[in-house]
């Protein structure tokens, strides 16, 4: 099946880093003077921002790939539309987060139980899978600059360390990234965002997709006569997610870490 790549691609941008030293590095944010800011009202909880993954390498042809962002309320898709998967989650209670898998070209979903440990990963930070970047990792980074005013304010940080050179250019009012790119060893990852549509039907979006034939993940392996559910396994879509963004603990998605 040709299309599997694109989201394989998506999960392993970052999945060669080690990020450990994001813990030991967490840096204070520079004082920096401001003016008085004016109030943005714009609303951040609903929209969709529609971004391009790259990844550039001396010895390698460039790729890319597309992301869209969706949130509506409590609700935040990663949709990967050069494969017609989608990653849901949302957030229950203010605590526990509810992770769905959708592959929209076969209108058929797998559901998550809140708070559930699957393959010994347990989603516990809502705000990088919200961002696509974590709070506490913007938290360890360094503040160098900061311009405009209200809602098109933009804040400029980076991080350097043995891992890397971070840079985030960060829509603080929207609590989007703008641009976040990582260099190491000539190897350069980006995220460029693109697009932002503070109209869009975001209900509907969701909406469509809650109609979609869903299955639990724990019953998948009661069903053995499902075509779907078989063709979805040996292809791993199950087991691996698509998203390549880093946790609260500033570890890169697929690698295997035990907090």
């Known amino acids: 099946m040709k299309s599997h ?7 392993v941008l970052f999945s060669s880093l080690s990020t450990h030293g994001f ?30 993954i790259s990844i550039k390498s001396p010895s390698k042809d460039p790729k890319t790939t ?6 509506n309320a409590n ?33 058929r979903a797998i559901e998550y139980q809140p708070g559930e440990t699957i393959h010994g990963k347990k989603e516990t930070d809502f705000s990088y899978r919200y961002q696509l970047i974590s709070d506490k990792l913007i938290n360890a980074m360094s503040l160098d600059k900061k311009d405009g005013n209200g809602c098109d304010t933009v804040e400029y940080y980076s991080l350097e360390n043995t891992q890397g050179k971070f840079t985030l250019k960060w829509l603080p009012y929207l609590k989007l990234v703008a641009s976040f790119s990582v260099d190491k060893n000539g190897v ?23 109609d979609y034939q869903s ?13 779907f559910l078989t063709k979805m396994v040996t292809q791993g ?13 500033g570890h890169s998605i697929g690698e295997s870490h035990s907090h």
């Open 75 to 107: 609700n935040v898709a990663h949709e990967y539309p050069a494969t017609n998967v989608t990653e849901s989650w949302t957030l229950v209670r203010n605590r526990f987060i509810k992770p769905t898998r959708y592959f929209d070209a076969h209108e």
């Open 23 to 52: 813990a030991q590095d967490t840096k204070s944010h520079s004082a920096i003077d401001a003016s008085p800011e004016l109030v943005c009202e714009k609303n951040d909880t609903n929209l969709h921002a529609t971004y391009e």
């Open 237 to 249: 879509f199950i087991e691996a997610g698509a998203s390549g963004y880093y946790d609260e603990h």
């Open 5 to 11: 790549k694109a989201p394989i691609f998506a999960f």
């Open 215 to 227: 299955t639990d993940y724990a019953d998948i392996g009661d069903d053995h006569t499902d075509p």
């Open 66 to 71: 597309s992301l869209h962002l969706w949130r």
């Open 188 to 210: 350069t990852r980006e995220w460029t965002l693109k697009n932002i549509d503070l109209n869009a039907n975001t209900e509907a979006f969701f909406s469509k997709r809650r």
